[in-house]
């Protein structure tokens, strides 16, 4: 299929627009979907989310050969989710399949967000762990700058510190 | 009229009503966040019967947890809400279209409508602040607030590495969009939105135009938010993009100058007779009158206009759609009888008032 705004390049990205609870689909190729979403609307209410991963997979899946070396048949146990479902789809079935999928979304995660480590806010409850490792980072990073400036004292009160951190986590 | 102005009172929301830091470009500023339970099918993979457990445990989060800061919250199924009303809440921007389709399985969670706190919509949970003016610091606040007081409750879906997980993986991290409406005529008018617009995709931001289709804004209102939502924390992301509209806004005070030196009473003629139009005309269909409105309010905020008050602008954005229309007119109307009934409201409620 061709895209519908230039009729030349094959179409890879499909959006869909909903405005006034009126749903229409665009099928485009990457240049025209790129340009479309800098320069105008999604629609009024826009998506939260766009459904232009499908050319993501496509790069991700190619650079690193995805598609072979992991069988489709890989089932998420929690809410019965298949890979191959979720390429189609482009939504992931619960919370588990981060962990299930987590090798084939590292690249696709990758290719959207330029980055695949979560940096912002940690839950209070369930977070605990991390809460502890973070704190262990930023101590280290402080140890250093002391050792740096020879405050060789304070930084053994961090060391002891981050060594009483350490012994908490599992 | 005083008596569109009570109706029209009882379904105004805060958003439209404040004012505050660059309130006459700014129209709104929002954050949203979206959270999902531990070991939980997501929406789309949900039944009836365990979207309606999310609901429950969503529902006694708000009650025992939310309601100790937030003591105006209420959670409120769907499908009890009648269908203009649901209308009406999509117009102000309180739930989304998509909330709207799922209309069986989903529910709201509302204050005086500054908070909103979507269940099943993509996610099991899309927290929602919506503030006038530029207030991103301040919507992140509340919007971390009520997720905070939620998580009390509920278990939340947390990946060590990926953050807060989201059906969809584009939003998978911080969850969060945070975006802000802005009006922007001067760099409409002056051709210059495209180059600053299109410029924003370095600083990692998208631009919508509001309201349409196609590649023309209606009533010059942009939004922008940022793409993505993971790699950077979410004080990053709210200073990242406060700071950019900081510029837009300069931009568009300078562009406003160049209209008022190089056009002068050109400029001056233009905004009257959109005003003009506004205060006579007898059919209005949505486009126009948001064309129209813009100029207005532009005419009023470069203080060619004077006696109205900036805010009825944004009011009357809202207002004007279908469901407020007829909510405030009181009756069901076919997309004709609404264009009739738009001009009246907008000739009622656009007079001169101390002039
Ligand atoms: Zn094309
Ligand atoms: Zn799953």
């Known amino acids: ?170 | 009229m005083v008596a569109y102005k009570d109706i029209i009172k009882r379904i105004r929301s805060r958003w439209m009503e404040g004012s505050g830091a660059q309130a006459d470009i700014v129209i709104s500023s929002r954050v949203r966040l979206a959270r999902n339970l531990q070991g939980i099918p997501f929406p789309h993979l949900a039944d009836k019967q365990t979207a309606q457990e999310v609901i429950n445990k969503v529902k006694e989060a708000i009650d025992t947890s939310v309601k100790k800061e937030f003591p105006t919250i209420q959670l409120t199924a769907l499908s009890e809400i009648d269908r203009l009303q649901k209308q009406i809440l999509f117009e102000k921007h309180l739930i989304s279209s998509q909330l709207l389709e799922q209309d069986e399985k989903a529910a709201v969670a509302l204050d005086e409508e500054e908070i909103s706190v979507m269940v099943n919509e993509e996610d099991h949970l899309r927290i929602q602040c919506l503030l006038p003016a530029l207030q991103l610091h301040e919507a992140w606040r509340k919007a971390d607030m009520v997720d905070n007081s939620l998580e009390r409750k509920l278990d939340y879906g947390f990946n060590e590495q990926f953050g807060y997980v989201t059906a969809c993986p584009t939003n998978v991290g911080t969850g969060m969009r945070a975006s802000v409406m802005l009006h922007l005529p001067g760099l409409v008018m002056t051709k210059r939105a495209g180059n600053v617009l299109s410029a924003l995709s370095k600083f990692g931001l998208v631009v919508r135009g509001l309201y349409g289709e196609g590649t023309e804004a209606l009533g010059n209102l942009f939004q922008v938010s940022n793409q993505i939502t993971m790699g950077r924390n979410e004080e990053e992301i709210i200073n990242n993009l406060s700071n950019v509209t900081q510029k837009i806004v300069d931009q568009e005070r300078e562009a406003r100058q160049v209209l008022k030196k190089e056009l002068g009473t050109q400029l001056e003629d233009k905004l009257w007779r959109a005003y003009g139009t506004l205060r006579y005309a007898r059919i209005m269909d949505t486009q126009q009158a948001l064309s129209l409105l813009s100029q207005v309010r532009l005419g009023v905020d470069m203080k060619i206009i004077k006696g109205i008050d900036p805010r009825i602008m944004t009011e009357l954005m809202i207002m004007i759609q279908p469901g407020c229309l007829q909510y405030i007119m009181g009756q069901e109307m076919n997309p004709n009888m609404r264009d009739v009934y738009r001009a009246h409201l907008l000739r009622e409620r656009i007079k001169i008032e101390n002039a």
Request: hydrophobic fraction near 30%; charged fraction near 30%; include cysteine.
């Open chain 1, 1 to 170: 299929m061709y895209c519908q705004q230039c009729n030349q390049r094959p179409a890879t990205v499909y959006i869909t627009k909903i405005i006034n609870g009126e749903k229409s689909e665009m099928h485009l190729c990457q240049e025209c979907a790129t340009k479309m979403q800098e320069t105008s609307g999604f629609g009024w209410d826009p998506h939260f989310s766009m459904n232009l991963l499908s050319s993501f997979f496509e790069e991700a899946e190619s650079a690193l050969n995805l598609a072979r070396n992991f069988p489709k048949t890989d089932r998420c146990e929690t809410c019965g989710l298949t890979y191959s479902s979720f390429r189609q789809s482009g939504k992931l079935g619960c919370s588990d399949c981060y962990n299930t999928f987590m090798a084939q979304l590292s690249p696709v995660i990758r290719q959207i967000h330029g980055s695949e480590k979560h940096t912002g806010k940690i839950p209070e409850r369930g977070g605990e762990q991390l809460h502890i490792k973070k704190k262990i980072e930023q101590l280290k990073d402080k140890m250093q700058e002391m050792v740096q400036r020879e405050e060789f004292e304070k930084a053994a009160e961090v060391r002891d510190e981050i060594r009483r951190l350490e012994g908490k986590l599992k």
